[in-house]
């Protein structure tokens, strides 16, 4: 049977429901990238119709990195907005509803990835969280987030719109 992510296309609108991880090792952060886009990605992906979200973001980092990390905690409900002019979103107006995962340390940035997107491979990339602010990286609230203490699940909005 063929997995759907909860997700659509009407027009020039694009919506997807996603669950990511936050993976931190040695003071730095887990982020993807490929060759088709001039960026970096938080590791993750959509959520299947009828998957819980937190079976999804287990289920992504292992595809993405090889390795079987545990969740810790819910840590961010984001709701993020923004128009792609280039990459495989090129043109649409994204509306993305994502469950940020902590996920527990595991003391090493091995990783055994041979994850593909779109055809292309999928590189891992353990950017200093001190440095984050450096790298066009998303989720942009990564360093800020990353930087201060939490209490409880934070709601975060990004809207990247142009107005």
Known sequence: MKEYDCGFKIDNKWFRYRAAAIIVENG???FAGNELEDYYYSIGGGVHMGEAAEDAVKREVLEETGIQYEVDYLAVIHENFFHESKGTLAGLDCHE???????KP???QNLNSNSTTSGVKENMYWLPISELDKYKAFP?????YLSR??????????DQRAS
């Open 106 to 108: 595991r003391g090493t």
């Open 28 to 30: 730095c952060v887990l």
């Open 97 to 103: 509803i994502c469950f940020y995962y902590l996920m």
């Open 149 to 158: 203490e939490h209490k409880g699940i934070e709601h975060i909005i990004t």
């Open 140 to 144: 942009s609230f990564m360093k800020d």
